[in-house]
């Protein structure tokens, strides 16, 4: 998330800082990643901090796509699994096809 960050930061494109999991997702092998996770493994006793993440349902790029518009202009990263050595989500050819498509139309 750092490093999609500083891109957009490095261009001028200052809003865009906000990062797209997915609901479901599993993303705790950092702290700054954990906000990533839709679930609550103890965020607040952790002091996660979810303001600049939201998430999306997995294999359903038309709500992934609604997300990206309502949000637009300041979506830094749409990150999705599999995580290595993890319980990993999987994500359907279409899905991987929405997705990209619509990180496209974003830029």
């Not at 103890?42 to 992934?64: C, F, M, Q, S, W």
């Amino acid at each position: 998330m750092k490093l999609v960050r500083h891109h957009f930061a490095l261009r001028g494109e200052h809003d865009r800082k906000t990062a797209v999991g997915l609901e479901g997702g599993w993303h705790v092998l950092t702290f700054g990643a954990a906000a990533l996770t839709s679930g609550d493994l103890g965020n607040r006793v952790y002091g996660i901090d979810r303001r600049l993440v939201t998430h999306a349902p997995p294999n359903e790029p038309e709500k992934l796509q609604r997300l990206l518009e309502r949000h637009c202009g300041r979506i830094a990263a749409v990150v999705v699994e599999p995580v290595m050595d993890t319980p990993a989500l999987g994500l359907t050819d279409a899905a991987v096809a929405g997705d990209r498509g619509a990180g496209r139309s974003q830029q």
